[in-house]
């Protein structure tokens, strides 16, 4: 199996899944889920999903909306399989991708020494 065919299955689960959770997935613990990125197996059996909730700060209610959507994979994949032409849709495995957060907490850092940088040089 190619690592290009991988690749293009993983865009396509990711711009399903945006949609499903977009259309289907009410519940308010999961704030603003994002599907940030998926990587998908050579053999197209399984899929690690990335995953932000956008107004979800803390690490209790991030580990929550994880849980509701760990909980939710069966029916998400079964409306995968509506949408993809596949013989069978890889099985989903959510993860929390750290990236954005992380990214947020070094341009504040940034910020910080700029502006002590400033008061140093007055």
Same mark, same amino acid.
Do not use: C, H, W
């Given at each position: +199996?190619? #690592?290009?065919?991988?690749?293009?299955?993983?865009?396509?689960?990711?711009?399903?899944?945006?949609?499903?959770? #977009?259309?289907? +997935?009410?519940?308010?613990?999961?704030?603003?889920?994002?599907? &940030?990125?998926?990587?998908?197996?050579?053999?197209?059996?399984?899929?690690?999903?990335?995953?932000?909730?956008?107004?979800?700060?803390?690490?209790?209610?991030?580990?929550?909306?994880?849980?509701? *959507?760990?909980?939710?994979?069966?029916?998400?994949?079964?409306?995968?399989?509506?949408?993809?032409? +596949?013989?069978? *849709?890889?099985?989903?495995?959510?993860?929390?991708?750290?990236?954005?957060?992380?990214?947020?907490? +070094?341009? &504040?850092?940034?910020?910080?020494?700029?502006?002590?940088?400033?008061?140093?040089?007055?």
């Amino acid at each position: +199996m190619s #690592q290009a065919r991988a690749s293009r299955v993983a865009d396509q689960i990711q711009r399903e899944l945006a949609l499903i959770f #977009q259309r289907e +997935m009410k519940d308010p613990r999961l704030g603003l889920a994002t599907v &940030s990125a998926v990587e998908v197996s050579s053999d197209l059996q399984n899929a690690k999903v990335f995953m932000t909730f956008l107004g979800k700060d803390e690490q209790e209610e991030i580990d929550e909306a994880l849980e509701v *959507v760990r909980g939710a994979a069966g029916f998400l994949r079964s409306q995968l399989a509506k949408e993809i032409r +596949m013989r069978s *849709v890889p099985s989903l495995r959510f993860f929390y991708d750290k990236s954005i957060q992380e990214g947020q907490r +070094m341009s &504040s850092l940034i910020d910080e020494a700029v502006s002590a940088d400033k008061k140093n040089n007055s």
